[in-house]
């Protein structure tokens, strides 16, 4: 700085920006809960779905598409775009609300979820609807997945970014260990997985069926980059994601602490997993009135 210059002048363009950051989290925790909404009535039509799977991840959803992934919904396979890969293919739920916000196909599709001949299946599938990057639901093969799609991308000469969301529940899966081993080997700087770190899965708690505590001691262990956030705030999902932009020579993980059914986990009857259960009725209505959509 300049030894005339104004300190005000230095620092207000800071404020701007901290104001604007600050903006910007309000808006896309409204359009979070909008998006929560848009997937709990397309489960609650369909009668059949992962409610709970889906709404703990719905922050960093949002973040991702509307702050961090350079993607064209016009073009969805745009050579250069950044590509997300949904590992936990059975919360595709949230997955195709945030897709249709984003303009990747109206949102009038959303209540067919499930339906006979729609596009809008029980777990995504690539070639029938746009901006799926891969088709999954079998757990364990996302971050394989991801790893082709960075070499791929390393090869034709983009910088693009490659995302992919785990359950805390799949990565007991041997074959994310193989992957991440692999993803250290090749210095896949450009790759991010992400822990959707809820405690539960489809039979009982994560501690209970198999206990992986110490999470970040584990993926340390395998050459990556670990941080570790409270996955439901989005002002700690936008910094992490900004963060692992800085990695070099190793890919990064963010373990994301959720809840799983955030913020109406407590409205899901007494059961706080609600793995498969697809909304009564009743739930949805009080769910909406209590997230205001």
């Known amino acids: 700085m300049s030894p005339n210059a104004s300190p005000t002048a230095a620092v207000a363009p800071t404020a701007r920006r901290e104001q604007a950051a600050a903006s910007s989290v309000v808006a896309h925790t409204s359009m979070a809960n909008a998006i929560r909404a848009l997937a709990m009535d397309a489960v609650e039509k369909a009668k059949s779905g ?155 708690t994560t501690a209970e069926v198999m206990d992986m505590k110490p999470l970040g001691p584990k993926w340390e262990a395998f050459g990556w980059s670990v941080q570790e956030i409270n996955g439901n705030d989005m002002k700690e999902a936008l910094a992490a994601l900004e963060k692992t932009k800085q990695a070099r020579g190793k890919p990064s993980v963010i373990i994301a602490k959720t809840v799983k059914g955030w913020p109406i986990q407590g409205l899901l009857t007494k059961d706080p997993n609600h793995h498969g259960k697809p909304l009564t009725p009743e739930e949805a209505k009080k769910a909406l009135e209590f997230i205001g959509a």
């Not at 969805?76 to 293919?89: A, E």
């Not at 006979?116 to 599938?125: V, W």
């Open 50 to 204: 992962h409610p709970g799977g889906s709404l703990s991840w719905a922050e960093i959803a949002v973040t991702l598409f509307f702050d961090v992934l350079r993607h064209d919904p016009s073009n969805p396979k745009w050579p250069q775009r950044d590509r997300f890969i949904l590992s936990k293919g059975h919360a595709a739920p949230l997955l195709y609300a945030v897709l249709a916000e984003a303009g990747f196909f109206p949102r009038d599709l959303l209540p067919t979820l499930r339906k006979l001949g729609s596009p809008l299946e029980g777990h995504p599938n690539m070639r029938r609807l746009p901006g799926v990057e891969a088709s999954t639901g079998s757990l364990g093969q996302g971050l394989s997945l991801g790893i082709g799609h960075a070499l791929a991308t390393r090869l034709d000469g983009y910088d693009s970014r490659v995302y992919v969301m785990h359950g805390d529940g799949e990565i007991e899966e041997g074959q994310v260990w193989e992957a991440a081993m692999s993803a250290h080997k090749f210095q896949l700087d450009h790759l991010v997985a992400i822990v959707d770190q809820n405690g539960y899965q489809q039979t009982g």
